[in-house]
């Protein structure tokens, strides 16, 4: 071929196809064996990969854009230090993609999944799901659950309705990535379509307690990647505004894991590489993941339910209540000059209109909000106070 003659992008996107199967393990998922729900002449005809496409897809979400405030643990904190939600999903997606390359894994889907997991986050973190979900539920749509409502941004409420057609191993990484329940091991659930990832999605909004596990073993590093991002760096900031002392900590999980955020993660990534390597799951080794446990009961019990680290609780729930009444009213009545309007609906496709409840038009568009979004559309009277520097 004359060097002047254009490269035949196809092909390169061939040989890195190829490359995956000379390099990843057997037991990695491959780009070529992506699922999307509909065709997509983009990809089929374009040179990227299906699972590196999905990731700049997410990457240039506009909700992807709005995790740069929003809450992690602290909020109405002020203090340039602590760790925002956009900060915890690049932890996740460097933790995940470290473990992923040890294992012969596609760090193209591990990355995928890790930038999207939590795009379903709505104001205040957890207190604010907690929150919301309560007022969905007065109002009959089901609770609120922040790894749904992550799936139905991209896959729903993206590009004015039209979503962003990701592809099915992408989606089941987010929907199942709940780093909040302990899990010693996970073996992925390889055998799935959309339509088991809809009847999972219809069986977590009827019982939230129902179990959902990745289809791929990218998913499950990815879950567990979430654990090991957050619990140290939690411990970390929590030090760091005064909140608890290291010398709290559980002696028996700081002998086997170290008590500084970055001992922690390094032993919790090494026993994962060590217990997982060429296996047939993800797992950590039943002394760590012991220790892991312990940190987090610990974390829940001093940080987490802390008092102290939630002033203002009956002011925000508060405002979840006024702001959902609201725009719920702003719906009925057909008041075109609200937000809910101007700024969320204008443009958004007549399948997402027709399909979406009055309800469930409010829920998507309080759980799109930042913190401070959320906070500016509060009446002035009950605006919480913010706490400046320490505890």
Same mark, same amino acid.
């Given at each position: 071929?004359?060097?002047?003659?254009?490269?035949?992008?196809?092909?390169?996107?061939?040989?890195?196809?190829?490359?995956?199967?000379?390099?990843?393990?057997?037991?990695?998922?491959?780009?070529?064996?992506?699922?999307?729900?509909?065709?997509?002449?983009?990809?089929?005809?374009?040179?990227?990969?299906?699972?590196?496409?999905?990731?700049?897809?997410?990457?240039?979400?506009?909700?992807?854009?709005?995790?740069?405030?929003?809450?992690?643990?602290?909020?109405?904190?002020?203090?340039?230090?602590?760790?925002?939600?956009?900060?915890?999903?690049?932890?996740?997606?460097?933790?995940?993609?470290?473990?992923?390359?040890?294992?012969?894994?596609?760090?193209?889907?591990?990355?995928?999944?890790?930038?999207?997991?939590?795009?379903?986050?709505?104001?205040?973190?957890?207190?604010?799901?907690?929150?919301?979900?309560?007022?969905?539920?007065?109002?009959?749509?089901?609770?609120?659950?922040?790894?749904?409502?992550?799936?139905?941004?991209?896959?729903?409420?993206?590009?004015?309705?039209?979503?962003?057609?990701?592809?099915?191993?992408?989606?089941?990484?987010?929907?199942?990535?709940?780093?909040?329940?302990?899990?010693?091991?996970?073996?992925?659930?390889?055998?799935?379509?959309?339509?088991?990832?809809?009847?999972?999605?219809?069986?977590?909004?009827?019982?939230?307690?129902?179990?959902?596990?990745?289809?791929?073993?990218?998913?499950?590093?990815?879950?567990?990647?979430? &654990?090991?991002? +957050?619990?140290? *760096?939690?411990?970390?900031?929590? $030090? !760091?505004?005064?909140? %608890?002392?290291?010398?709290?900590?559980?002696?028996?999980?700081?002998?086997?894991?170290?008590?500084?955020?970055?001992?922690?993660?390094?032993?919790?990534?090494?026993?994962?590489?060590?217990?997982?390597?060429?296996?047939?799951?993800?797992?950590?080794?039943?002394?760590?993941?012991?220790?892991?446990?312990?940190?987090?009961?610990?974390?829940?019990?001093?940080?987490?339910?802390?008092?102290?680290?939630?002033?203002?609780?009956?002011?925000?729930?508060?405002?979840?209540?006024?702001?959902?009444?609201?725009?719920?009213?702003?719906?009925?009545?057909?008041?075109?000059?609200?937000?809910?309007?101007?700024?969320?609906?204008?443009?958004?496709?007549?399948?997402?209109?027709?399909?979406?409840?009055?309800?469930?038009?409010?829920?998507?568009?309080?759980?799109?909000? &930042?913190?401070? +979004?959320?906070? *500016?559309?509060?009446?002035?009277? $009950? !605006?919480?106070?913010? %706490?400046?520097?320490?505890?």
């Amino acid at each position: 071929m004359d060097s002047s003659d254009p490269i035949d992008l196809q092909k390169a996107k061939q040989f890195l196809n190829e490359r995956e199967e000379r390099l990843l393990s057997p037991l990695a998922a491959h780009s070529k064996d992506a699922v999307r729900r509909f065709p997509d002449e983009r990809i089929d005809t374009g040179h990227r990969q299906n699972y590196a496409a999905d990731s700049d897809r997410i990457l240039h979400s506009l909700a992807y854009t709005r995790y740069i405030d929003k809450t992690q643990v602290f909020y109405l904190v002020d203090n340039d230090h602590i760790t925002h939600r956009v900060l915890h999903v690049q932890l996740v997606s460097k933790i995940s993609r470290t473990i992923g390359r040890f294992l012969g894994l596609n760090e193209d889907l591990i990355e995928a999944i890790a930038l999207g997991h939590d795009i379903g986050h709505c104001p205040f973190g957890h207190d604010g799901e907690a929150y919301l979900s309560e007022m969905c539920e007065t109002h009959g749509i089901g609770p609120f659950r922040h790894n749904i409502q992550s799936v139905r941004f991209l896959d729903k409420i993206e590009r004015k309705g039209r979503g962003w057609n990701l592809t099915l191993q992408v989606l089941d990484g987010i929907l199942c990535h709940d780093g909040e329940i302990h899990t010693q091991a996970l073996c992925p659930e390889r055998e799935k379509t959309f339509a088991t990832f809809d009847r999972e999605i219809a069986n977590k909004v009827a019982a939230p307690d129902f179990p959902l596990t990745p289809m791929t073993l990218e998913g499950c590093v990815v879950r567990m990647a979430d &654990t090991i991002s +957050y619990i140290g *760096r939690d411990i970390e900031d929590a $030090i !760091r505004l005064n909140l %608890i002392k290291r010398s709290q900590l559980p002696k028996a999980s700081v002998a086997l894991l170290g008590d500084t955020n970055g001992t922690i993660v390094y032993n919790l990534v090494t026993d994962v590489i060590k217990n997982s390597f060429q296996r047939t799951a993800i797992a950590f080794g039943q002394e760590v993941s012991k220790a892991l446990k312990e940190f987090r009961e610990f974390n829940l019990n001093h940080i987490y339910l802390n008092p102290k680290i939630k002033p203002d609780t009956g002011k925000i729930s508060r405002i979840f209540q006024v702001l959902f009444e609201r725009y719920l009213k702003d719906l009925k009545e057909g008041n075109e000059p609200s937000i809910i309007f101007t700024e969320y609906l204008d443009g958004m496709s007549d399948e997402y209109r027709h399909r979406t409840s009055s309800a469930e038009i409010v829920r998507d568009f309080i759980a799109g909000m &930042t913190d401070e +979004y959320f906070l *500016r559309q509060c009446p002035h009277e $009950i !605006r919480p106070s913010r %706490i400046t520097g320490r505890f």
